[in-house]
């Protein structure tokens, strides 16, 4: 079954940097195109970042572009989100999935900013 299994979150001071992974299962990965996606509390789950499945053209919320940069590696069926300049506002529960249509979810990893 299509699963994906999401790690590197945690506590991060305002101006830091982390790098979130995301293993795929279950499905023809290098097919088909991924993002990464971010929950914060009271708020509804939104886009942060997206790749295509080949040539890896991304596109970037307003409120992450220049800041996060979203990557792939298709013989790993592995798509990262590298994360610097980081702010307040950016702690949520970051989920990946496919794109446009994220059918299944994983866990999240867990990314809080503060000091």
């Known amino acids: 079954q299509v699963q994906f299994v999401e790690s590197g979150g945690g506590l991060v001071q305002p101006g830091g940097s982390l790098r979130l992974s995301c293993a795929a299962s279950g499905f023809a990965f290098s097919n088909v195109p991924m993002a990464w996606y971010r929950q914060a509390p009271g708020t509804e789950r939104e886009l942060a970042a997206r790749i295509t499945s080949v040539g890896g053209r991304t596109n970037y919320a307003d409120s992450v572009k220049g800041r996060f940069t979203i990557s792939r590696d298709n013989a790993k069926n592995t798509v990262y989100l590298q994360m610097n300049s980081l702010k307040p506002e950016d702690t949520a529960v970051y989920y990946c999935?496919?794109?446009?249509?994220?059918?299944?979810w994983g866990q999240g990893t867990q990314v809080t900013v503060s000091s």
């Open positions: 999935s496919t794109w446009p249509k994220p059918d299944y």
